[in-house]
Protein backbone atom coordinates (compact mmCIF):
# COMPACT_ATOMS: atom_id res chain seq x y z
CA UNK A 1 0.00 0.00 0.00
CA UNK A 2 1.06 3.18 -1.13
CA UNK A 3 0.55 6.35 0.58
CA UNK A 4 1.36 9.71 -1.29
CA UNK A 5 1.48 13.23 0.67
CA UNK A 6 1.40 16.39 -1.48
CA UNK A 7 1.13 19.98 -1.76
CA UNK A 8 -0.32 22.19 -3.86
CA UNK A 9 0.82 22.92 -7.36
CA UNK A 10 3.58 25.90 -7.98
CA UNK A 11 4.64 24.58 -4.68
CA UNK A 12 5.94 26.99 -1.66
CA UNK A 13 8.25 26.41 1.19
CA UNK A 14 5.41 25.38 3.23
CA UNK A 15 3.72 22.89 0.57
CA UNK A 16 7.61 21.07 0.43
CA UNK A 17 7.84 21.66 4.24
CA UNK A 18 4.49 19.63 4.98
CA UNK A 19 4.44 17.08 2.75
CA UNK A 20 7.91 15.95 4.34
CA UNK A 21 7.21 16.39 7.57
CA UNK A 22 3.87 14.85 7.77
CA UNK A 23 5.81 11.94 5.89
CA UNK A 24 7.75 11.55 9.39
CA UNK A 25 4.72 12.21 11.51
CA UNK A 26 2.86 9.62 9.77
CA UNK A 27 5.71 6.63 10.09
CA UNK A 28 5.40 7.67 13.85
CA UNK A 29 1.49 7.57 13.99
CA UNK A 30 2.01 4.04 13.15
CA UNK A 31 1.29 4.34 9.37
CA UNK A 32 2.80 1.07 7.67
CA UNK A 33 2.64 1.48 4.24
CA UNK A 34 4.87 3.01 1.89
CA UNK A 35 4.22 6.66 2.57
CA UNK A 36 6.18 8.93 0.28
CA UNK A 37 6.20 12.61 0.08
CA UNK A 38 5.31 14.52 -2.97
CA UNK A 39 5.07 17.32 -4.51
CA UNK A 40 3.31 18.73 -7.68
CA UNK A 41 6.10 21.20 -9.22
CA UNK A 42 9.36 22.66 -9.62
CA UNK A 43 11.43 23.71 -5.90
CA UNK A 44 11.59 27.62 -5.88
CA UNK A 45 14.57 29.12 -4.47
CA UNK A 46 13.80 30.10 -1.56
CA UNK A 47 12.47 26.13 -0.66
CA UNK A 48 15.94 24.84 -2.29
CA UNK A 49 18.21 26.85 0.08
CA UNK A 50 15.58 25.91 2.93
CA UNK A 51 16.02 22.17 1.98
CA UNK A 52 19.82 22.58 1.79
CA UNK A 53 20.91 24.27 5.02
CA UNK A 54 18.85 21.54 6.86
CA UNK A 55 20.33 18.96 4.44
CA UNK A 56 17.12 16.88 3.45
CA UNK A 57 16.08 15.56 -0.03
CA UNK A 58 12.75 17.10 -2.03
CA UNK A 59 9.49 15.11 -2.01
CA UNK A 60 9.26 12.85 -4.99
CA UNK A 61 8.01 15.03 -8.39
CA UNK A 62 4.64 13.32 -9.82
CA UNK A 63 2.74 14.66 -11.87
CA UNK A 64 -0.66 12.17 -10.77
CA UNK A 65 -1.99 10.38 -7.75
CA UNK A 66 -2.84 7.48 -10.03
CA UNK A 67 0.02 5.61 -8.35
CA UNK A 68 -1.30 6.07 -4.48
CA UNK A 69 -3.60 3.89 -2.28
CA UNK A 70 -4.23 6.62 -0.84
CA UNK A 71 -3.78 10.23 0.08
CA UNK A 72 -3.08 12.97 2.35
CA UNK A 73 -3.34 16.73 1.43
CA UNK A 74 -1.18 19.31 3.19
CA UNK A 75 -1.39 23.16 2.77
CA UNK A 76 -4.06 23.27 0.63
CA UNK A 77 -7.51 21.49 -0.25
CA UNK A 78 -9.20 22.81 -3.20
CA UNK A 79 -9.00 20.03 -6.02
CA UNK A 80 -8.19 22.93 -8.61
CA UNK A 81 -4.70 23.54 -6.80
CA UNK A 82 -4.07 20.09 -6.77
CA UNK A 83 -3.23 16.60 -8.82
CA UNK A 84 -4.85 16.24 -12.14
CA UNK A 85 -6.87 13.01 -11.26
CA UNK A 86 -7.10 13.81 -7.05
CA UNK A 87 -11.21 13.71 -7.40
CA UNK A 88 -10.80 9.91 -8.03
CA UNK A 89 -7.93 9.36 -5.00
CA UNK A 90 -9.25 8.10 -1.90
CA UNK A 91 -8.21 11.43 0.41
CA UNK A 92 -7.21 10.31 4.00
CA UNK A 93 -6.15 13.09 5.79
CA UNK A 94 -6.26 16.91 4.83
CA UNK A 95 -3.69 19.57 7.27
CA UNK A 96 -4.69 22.74 5.74
CA UNK A 97 -4.63 26.86 6.07
CA UNK A 98 -7.31 27.66 3.77
CA UNK A 99 -10.87 28.15 3.64
CA UNK A 100 -12.35 25.03 2.90
CA UNK A 101 -13.30 25.30 -1.57
CA UNK A 102 -13.67 22.77 -4.31
CA UNK A 103 -13.35 19.60 -2.03
CA UNK A 104 -15.30 16.85 -1.63
CA UNK A 105 -15.04 12.99 -0.34
CA UNK A 106 -16.77 9.96 -0.69
CA UNK A 107 -15.51 8.89 2.44
CA UNK A 108 -15.23 9.86 5.98
CA UNK A 109 -11.50 11.30 6.45
CA UNK A 110 -9.51 12.95 9.06
CA UNK A 111 -9.51 16.82 8.62
CA UNK A 112 -7.23 19.20 10.65
CA UNK A 113 -7.52 22.99 9.81
CA UNK A 114 -6.96 25.84 11.59
CA UNK A 115 -7.03 29.76 10.94
CA UNK A 116 -3.32 30.14 10.81
CA UNK A 117 -0.71 31.89 9.04
CA UNK A 118 1.33 28.48 8.11
CA UNK A 119 0.15 24.23 7.51
CA UNK A 120 3.58 23.61 10.13
CA UNK A 121 2.01 25.19 12.99
CA UNK A 122 -0.40 22.86 13.00
CA UNK A 123 1.55 20.23 12.15
CA UNK A 124 3.81 21.30 15.36
CA UNK A 125 0.36 20.79 17.45
CA UNK A 126 -0.05 17.36 15.39
CA UNK A 127 3.69 16.35 16.86
CA UNK A 128 2.54 17.39 20.95
CA UNK A 129 -0.92 16.13 20.71
CA UNK A 130 0.66 12.75 19.81
CA UNK A 131 3.56 13.20 22.08
CA UNK A 132 5.93 12.77 19.41
CA UNK A 133 9.65 14.56 19.66
CA UNK A 134 11.03 16.51 16.88
CA UNK A 135 13.96 15.73 16.04
CA UNK A 136 15.74 19.32 14.81
CA UNK A 137 15.81 18.94 10.88
CA UNK A 138 11.85 18.68 10.92
CA UNK A 139 11.92 21.81 13.30
CA UNK A 140 13.94 23.21 10.57
CA UNK A 141 11.88 22.31 7.74
CA UNK A 142 8.50 23.80 9.87
CA UNK A 143 10.31 26.64 10.94
CA UNK A 144 11.38 27.59 7.47
CA UNK A 145 7.60 27.28 6.15
CA UNK A 146 6.51 29.21 8.76
CA UNK A 147 8.68 32.56 8.14
CA UNK A 148 8.16 31.97 4.34
CA UNK A 149 4.13 32.18 4.74
CA UNK A 150 4.44 34.80 7.28
CA UNK A 151 7.36 36.64 5.44
CA UNK A 152 9.27 36.72 8.86
CA UNK A 153 5.87 37.55 10.89
CA UNK A 154 5.19 40.83 8.53
CA UNK A 155 2.26 39.36 6.79
CA UNK A 156 -0.90 39.92 8.46
CA UNK A 157 -1.83 36.15 8.00
CA UNK A 158 0.85 35.22 10.72
CA UNK A 159 -0.80 34.81 14.48
CA UNK A 160 0.77 34.80 17.82
CA UNK A 161 0.80 31.14 17.56
CA UNK A 162 2.81 30.93 14.75
CA UNK A 163 5.11 33.35 16.17
CA UNK A 164 5.30 31.25 19.51
CA UNK A 165 5.58 27.72 17.55
CA UNK A 166 8.27 29.34 15.25
CA UNK A 167 10.35 30.80 18.39
CA UNK A 168 10.31 26.51 19.84
CA UNK A 169 10.88 25.38 16.74
CA UNK A 170 14.19 27.67 16.91
CA UNK A 171 15.27 26.38 19.53
CA UNK A 172 14.92 22.85 18.42
CA UNK A 173 16.59 23.56 15.26
CA UNK A 174 19.50 25.91 16.89
CA UNK A 175 18.41 28.63 14.31
CA UNK A 176 18.74 32.08 14.72
CA UNK A 177 15.21 33.39 13.19
CA UNK A 178 15.97 36.56 11.37
CA UNK A 179 19.64 36.07 10.06
CA UNK A 180 18.18 32.33 8.77
CA UNK A 181 14.83 34.32 7.87
CA UNK A 182 16.50 36.88 6.07
CA UNK A 183 18.90 34.82 4.38
CA UNK A 184 15.87 32.28 3.16
CA UNK A 185 13.72 34.78 1.89
CA UNK A 186 16.56 36.64 0.06
CA UNK A 187 17.72 33.37 -1.44
CA UNK A 188 13.88 33.47 -3.18
CA UNK A 189 14.06 36.60 -4.76
CA UNK A 190 16.79 35.77 -7.25
CA UNK A 191 14.99 35.88 -9.77
CA UNK A 192 17.46 35.95 -12.39
CA UNK A 193 17.09 32.39 -14.41
CA UNK A 194 13.67 32.63 -14.75
CA UNK A 195 12.45 33.27 -18.04
CA UNK A 196 8.97 35.48 -18.12
CA UNK A 197 7.05 31.78 -18.67
CA UNK A 198 8.22 30.45 -15.33
CA UNK A 199 8.62 33.92 -13.44
CA UNK A 200 4.58 34.43 -13.53
CA UNK A 201 4.22 30.50 -12.54
CA UNK A 202 6.34 30.69 -9.79
CA UNK A 203 3.43 30.85 -7.18
CA UNK A 204 0.45 31.29 -9.23
CA UNK A 205 -3.29 30.53 -7.93
CA UNK A 206 -6.26 30.66 -10.37
CA UNK A 207 -9.53 31.75 -8.39
CA UNK A 208 -12.84 32.04 -9.53
CA UNK A 209 -15.31 34.73 -8.09
CA UNK A 210 -18.83 35.22 -9.34
CA UNK A 211 -18.23 33.34 -12.64
CA UNK A 212 -14.98 35.22 -13.33
CA UNK A 213 -12.00 33.35 -13.53
CA UNK A 214 -8.95 35.17 -12.25
CA UNK A 215 -5.10 34.08 -11.91
CA UNK A 216 -2.96 35.87 -9.03
CA UNK A 217 0.98 35.25 -9.26
CA UNK A 218 3.36 36.93 -6.83
CA UNK A 219 7.12 36.97 -6.17
CA UNK A 220 8.64 38.24 -3.56
CA UNK A 221 11.99 40.84 -4.38
CA UNK A 222 13.66 43.03 -2.74
CA UNK A 223 13.88 45.47 -5.63
CA UNK A 224 10.78 45.62 -7.65
CA UNK A 225 12.29 48.23 -10.17
CA UNK A 226 14.50 45.17 -11.37
CA UNK A 227 11.68 42.42 -11.64
CA UNK A 228 9.52 45.12 -13.57
CA UNK A 229 13.05 45.76 -16.05
CA UNK A 230 11.29 42.64 -17.81
CA UNK A 231 7.76 44.41 -18.28
CA UNK A 232 7.10 43.62 -21.77
CA UNK A 233 8.77 39.94 -21.62
CA UNK A 234 6.05 39.59 -18.53
CA UNK A 235 2.81 40.89 -20.10
CA UNK A 236 3.26 38.73 -23.00
CA UNK A 237 3.56 36.04 -20.98
CA UNK A 238 0.96 37.06 -19.30
CA UNK A 239 -1.46 37.75 -22.31
CA UNK A 240 -0.49 34.15 -23.21
CA UNK A 241 -1.85 32.43 -20.43
CA UNK A 242 -5.10 35.10 -20.70
CA UNK A 243 -5.77 33.31 -23.78
CA UNK A 244 -4.96 29.67 -23.37
CA UNK A 245 -6.61 29.46 -20.08
CA UNK A 246 -9.31 32.37 -21.14
CA UNK A 247 -9.21 34.58 -18.08
CA UNK A 248 -11.06 37.70 -16.98
CA UNK A 249 -8.48 39.18 -15.28
CA UNK A 250 -4.56 38.35 -14.62
CA UNK A 251 -2.68 40.25 -11.60
CA UNK A 252 1.13 39.97 -11.24
CA UNK A 253 2.23 41.18 -7.85
CA UNK A 254 5.66 41.78 -6.89
CA UNK A 255 6.28 41.87 -3.57
CA UNK A 256 8.78 44.03 -1.86
CA UNK A 257 9.74 41.93 1.32
CA UNK A 258 11.99 44.91 3.01
CA UNK A 259 9.10 47.39 3.21
CA UNK A 260 6.17 45.61 2.77
CA UNK A 261 4.65 47.08 -0.75
CA UNK A 262 3.42 45.11 -4.11
CA UNK A 263 3.40 46.93 -7.21
CA UNK A 264 1.20 44.63 -9.71
CA UNK A 265 1.19 44.05 -13.63
CA UNK A 266 -2.48 43.62 -14.52
CA UNK A 267 -4.00 42.98 -17.36
CA UNK A 268 -7.67 41.45 -18.96
CA UNK A 269 -10.59 42.58 -19.71
CA UNK A 270 -11.61 43.30 -15.74
CA UNK A 271 -9.03 45.71 -14.71
CA UNK A 272 -11.34 48.07 -13.55
CA UNK A 273 -11.93 45.17 -10.27
CA UNK A 274 -8.56 45.68 -9.32
CA UNK A 275 -9.29 50.08 -9.78
CA UNK A 276 -12.30 49.35 -7.71
CA UNK A 277 -10.77 47.02 -5.05
CA UNK A 278 -7.80 49.10 -4.12
CA UNK A 279 -9.14 52.73 -5.14
CA UNK A 280 -6.32 53.11 -7.61
CA UNK A 281 -5.60 53.70 -10.77
CA UNK A 282 -3.78 51.19 -13.33
CA UNK A 283 -1.74 52.88 -15.57
CA UNK A 284 0.71 51.43 -17.54
CA UNK A 285 -0.82 48.21 -16.71
CA UNK A 286 0.54 48.82 -13.37
CA UNK A 287 -0.85 49.25 -9.64
CA UNK A 288 0.60 50.29 -6.47
CA UNK A 289 -0.23 48.45 -3.69
CA UNK A 290 0.76 50.08 -0.76
CA UNK A 291 1.18 47.72 2.25
CA UNK A 292 0.25 44.97 0.44
CA UNK A 293 2.08 41.64 0.83
CA UNK A 294 -0.53 38.90 1.21
CA UNK A 295 -2.62 37.40 -1.16
CA UNK A 296 -4.87 35.30 0.60
CA UNK A 297 -5.72 38.66 3.35
CA UNK A 298 -5.06 41.61 1.61
CA UNK A 299 -5.67 40.44 -2.18
CA UNK A 300 -8.43 38.01 -2.67
CA UNK A 301 -10.86 39.17 -0.20
CA UNK A 302 -10.98 43.09 -2.19
CA UNK A 303 -10.92 41.51 -5.44
CA UNK A 304 -13.85 39.17 -4.88
CA UNK A 305 -15.45 42.01 -2.83
CA UNK A 306 -15.22 44.79 -5.83
CA UNK A 307 -16.57 41.89 -8.41
MG1 LIG B 1 1.12 27.32 0.26
MG1 LIG C 1 0.77 27.61 3.61
MG1 LIG D 1 2.27 31.65 -0.12
Redesign the pocket.
Known amino acids: MKTFITGHKSP ?1 T ?2 IA ?1 SLVMADLEKKLGNTNDIIACRLGNLNKETEYALKHFNIEAPVLIENVSEADEVILV ?1 HNNFAESASDIADAKIVKVID ?2 RVSGFETSEPLFYMAQPVG ?2 CTILYELYKMNNIEIEPVYAGLMLS ?1 IIS ?1 SLLFKSPTCTPKDIKVAEDLAKISNTDINTYGLDMLKAGTDLSSYTAEELINIDSKEVSANGYKIQIAQVNTVDIDDVLKNKIDIEKAMNNLISSKGLDLFIFAITDILNCNSKAIVLGDKVSVVEKAFNTTVENNLAFLPGVVSRKKQIIPPISESI
Open positions: DDSSDHHCTAD
